[in-house]
């Protein structure tokens, strides 16, 4: 049986539906190893390894998703395969944070003398 790897990005209404949980589920079911994640925009990313036909079968699950989520689009980018142990819900790495305000002074030319008037 031949063995595939996909990235697959997911569009659509996921929150509050237990998507991810539910993936991990299915995937284990049908032995694909990888990986999901929920981005802060709310679209899922995941990785899927297994057989062609397994991994064929998590896709088309996903584009239906559980009753309560609204799956837009599912998109899927080969790749060469990784080793995975096991499908893990991943945690998206925390946004950047802003930049700091300067504080009053701080934005002065350090070659002034701000004595000079």
Avoid: Y
């Amino acid at each position: 049986m031949r063995q595939i790897q996909v990235h697959t990005e997911l569009r659509g209404a996921f929150a509050g539906t237990s998507f991810r949980s539910m993936v991990r589920r299915q995937a284990e079911k049908l032995h694909v190893t990888g990986w999901v994640l929920q981005h802060p925009s709310g679209d899922l990313e995941a990785v899927f390894n297994g057989s062609e036909r397994a991994v064929h079968v998590l896709l088309g699950w996903c584009e239906r998703g559980p009753m309560a989520a609204a799956v837009d689009s599912v998109t899927t980018t080969p790749q060469p395969r990784e080793a995975f142990f096991g499908f893990s819900v991943r945690t998206p790495p925390p946004a950047p944070e802003a930049p700091e305000e300067p504080e009053d002074g701080d934005d002065l030319d350090p070659d002034s003398d701000p004595l000079d008037g």
